[in-house]
């Protein structure tokens, strides 16, 4: 089975501190995601990465960015957390290719809150 | 971009059938995705559709029209697990291929 791991299920930071959500797969996916889920909103993306060190916005990456050194490993980093990105954030990863179904296997999530 | 519409909600009877619909306006479609998400979990995959006409998975299938830009996720002979979110998510060409998903359908399962 697919695993794909985030490390913390629940996380409350403090506005301005820099949070680190981190995300592991094991199934060596080319393809890892990071979105936010808000209610009403659904599942908005914030930053793609299709191979090593590789990274792309998606539709909302402002205040946030991207690491990714090892394939397996994608983390997801707030430079300095505020209110309104308290958020349900779930990572993604996928196989390449677009010539097939490429589903998406999906973290567990974790649910940040910023006070 | 995408423009993906979904009902916000519906309601079903346990044992009934419900179909759940999407519509999407783009360009260059390569393909949808129907996930479902329980409350507090991840979403997880359930069908994909490229080609028009029916997939059908046991209980589940999906339908597509790529010419009316429309499919359908019917579920049948409804259980109360089936109570859950369902996301429809569109793939175009060009750019990286990623899926964009609609704000999801909180489907509710009564006795």
């Known amino acids: 089975d697919v695993k794909v791991t985030q490390s913390s299920r629940y996380l409350v930071k403090r506005t301005g501190e820099k949070v680190f959500l981190e995300c592991v797969q094991d199934m060596d996916h080319e393809n890892m995601f990071w979105y936010r889920q808000d209610p009403g909103l659904g599942l908005r993306l914030i930053y793609f990465s299709y191979d090593v060190k590789m990274k792309e916005k998606g539709d909302i990456p402002e205040g946030y960015s991207v690491s990714r050194e090892k394939k397996e490993r994608f983390s997801l980093i707030l430079e300095s957390a505020s209110t309104n990105q308290t958020s349900m954030y779930l990572c993604?990863?996928?196989?390449?290719?677009?010539?097939?179904?490429?589903?998406?296997?999906f973290g567990q999530g974790t649910r940040l809150t910023v006070v | 971009g995408q423009n993906i519409d979904q009902p916000t909600e519906m309601t079903a009877t346990e044992g009934a059938i419900v179909q759940i619909n999407c519509t999407y306006q783009t360009s260059g479609f390569n393909g949808l995705f129907w996930y479902q998400q329980h409350a507090g979990e991840a979403p997880t995959f359930l069908s994909y559709?490229?080609?028009?006409g029916l997939e059908e998975k046991g209980r589940f299938s999906s339908f597509l029209s790529r010419s009316k830009g429309y499919s359908y996720l019917l579920l049948k002979e409804l259980q109360m697990k089936d109570s859950a979110s369902y996301l429809c998510?569109?793939?175009?060409?060009?750019?990286?291929?990623?899926?964009?998903f609609g704000r999801g359908t909180s489907l509710i399962v009564h006795p």
């Open positions: 998510a569109v793939r175009v060409t060009g750019g990286s291929y990623i899926p964009t």
């Open positions: 993604a990863s996928s196989v390449a290719g677009t010539a097939y179904n490429t589903e998406a296997f």
């Open positions: 559709n490229v080609l028009d």
